[in-house]
Nanobody
C-alpha cells in the first residue's frame, strides 16, 4: 500500500496550495480519506475528511478555506487550501481508513509566511 502526498511548499499568507495524495494497493473507492497536519511541538490533528460516499467534514479553523475532494478514477484525494494563514504551517499527511485498516502517507511540508 502506498500513499504518495505532494503539492506542499512555501506560500505567502493569503495564498493557495493544492495537495494531492495518490493511493495504490487498496480498493480506494471503499476507503474513507483524511488529511491531517502536525505542526512543530503539537499533536497531529485531523484537518479534513471525506468518506467513501463523499461526505466531508472539516476542523473548525479551516472551514470555508479548505476543500477536500476525491477522484475514484484516479485513486487520488485532494486538499485545496485557500486563504492560507501562518498558523496553517505544518507537515500534512494523508490517511486512508476502512474498518480496522489505517494507512498513512509520508507527509508534505506546507509553510505559510506572514
Amino acid at each position: 500500500v502506498q500513499l504518495q502526498a505532494s503539492g506542499g511548499g512555501l506560500v505567502q499568507a493569503g495564498g493557495s496550495l493544492r495537495l494531492s495524495c495518490a493511493v495504490s494497493g487498496i480498493n480506494f473507492y471503499i476507503y474513507n480519506m483524511g488529511w491531517y497536519r502536525q505542526a512543530p511541538g503539537k499533536q497531529r490533528e485531523l484537518v479534513a475528511a471525506i468518506t467513501a460516499s463523499s461526505t466531508t467534514n472539516y476542523v473548525e479553523s479551516v472551514k470555508g478555506r479548505f476543500t477536500i475532494s476525491r477522484d475514484n478514477a484516479k485513486n487520488t484525494v485532494y486538499l485545496q487550501m485557500d486563504s492560507l494563514r501562518p498558523e496553517d504551517t505544518a507537515v500534512y499527511y494523508c490517511n486512508a481508513n476502512h474498518m480496522v485498516r489505517y494507512y498513512w502517507g509520508q507527509g508534505t511540508q506546507v509553510t505559510v509566511s506572514s
